[in-house]
């Protein structure tokens, strides 16, 4: 037994060498890493921790986000601003043999997270933050007015003809949604005109800055056709149109507060909740959104007051 054990060992080192070190023999890496904590906030500390690959290692190589290189078997990193970041390990070994492990990590902003606040404090200037839709809209209807009776400061004023509309939009970054957080815009609104002569829309999740277009359910109200509505945007670019039991005042100002979670909708008017719905658009990735105000009918005219406006994500 023994003449034959070593004849074995003898003949495995012959078969080794010729096959240039055995190197077909071992198994090749295999890269894979965990990350902890499971859930991620922005400006917090993770780390990613690679001992979950196998293999004769030697070198583990990170690019994490947007190209930032690291290295080690544990990393700890933090992420300024939530979204969602690629994050590629490769593990190589004495042979020079090499894997790849690529995972997307999914940052959330914490409840409380301001996304965009507008007050137009800073008067006309305020104005070119609010790009005017180019498709129809008539720049010499819409400015900057001051209300020192209400109290309030200044305030984008639209004053559109009944034959065309007039839409203004700012870019807001829309972060990933965990379970159990929902988005929160507020609006301060006015009207200025006769209930059988005004129309507004506050549409405060656009994909693009057109309408219909797809996006979060939004209020429009039409003096002349359906009331106080919601819009619920359709996946071939329509809308259904759901009435609210509400009517704005003239000359008061009221606050709207629309709150998107997974799959619902709330829209809420001085308190008083006036619409519950769907949501139709998955919010868990984030993105870039377009807030628009101003005028959606062309049967309306529209002479309007927007005063401060916020969102934030809340839970």
Known sequence: MKKRAAH?????????????????????????????????????????????????????????????????KQVTTSFAAPGVYPIDLTVTDG????????RDLTVYARAGTRLFAEDFSDGLAALGRWALDPTSAVGEEG????????GVGYCLYIHS???????????????????????????????T?????YGFVIAPGRSR???????????????????????????????????????????EWHTYVFSYSAGACTLAVDGEVRYTGDVGIDLST????????????EADACSTYYGAMRAAVEE
Request: overall charge negative.
């Open 161 to 191: 003809a009944t034959d065309r509309l007039h839409r203004r939009g700012a870019a807001v970054a829309v972060p990933p949604l965990r379970v159990g957080q929902k988005l929160v815009f507020s609006f301060d609104v006015m009207t």
């Open 286 to 297: 984030g993105g870039s959104w377009w807030i628009i105000v101003g005028d959606e009918s």
């Open 143 to 150: 400015g900057m007015d001051y209300l020192a009776s209400d």
């Open 8 to 72: 074995l060992r003898l003949v495995g080192m012959l078969f080794c060498g010729l096959l240039s070190g055995c190197s077909l023999l071992s198994s090749a890496p295999v890269a894979d890493f965990d990350v902890s904590p499971v859930v991620l906030y922005a400006g917090e500390a993770v780390t990613l921790d690679a001992s979950a690959s196998s293999g004769e290692i030697v070198d583990y190589a990170w690019i994490l986000g947007s190209g930032v290189a690291e290295s080690g």
């Open 95 to 102: 042979e020079g043999r090499s894997d790849t492990a690529s």
């Open 193 to 197: 005109k006769s209930h059988a002569g």
């Open 209 to 251: 800055f057109d309408l219909p277009a797809a996006g979060l359910p939004y209020f429009v109200y039409s003096g002349t056709s359906n009331g106080a509505t919601i819009h619920e945007p359709l996946g071939d670019g329509s809308d259904a149109i759901l009435p609210v039991p509400f009517r704005p005042g003239v000359y």
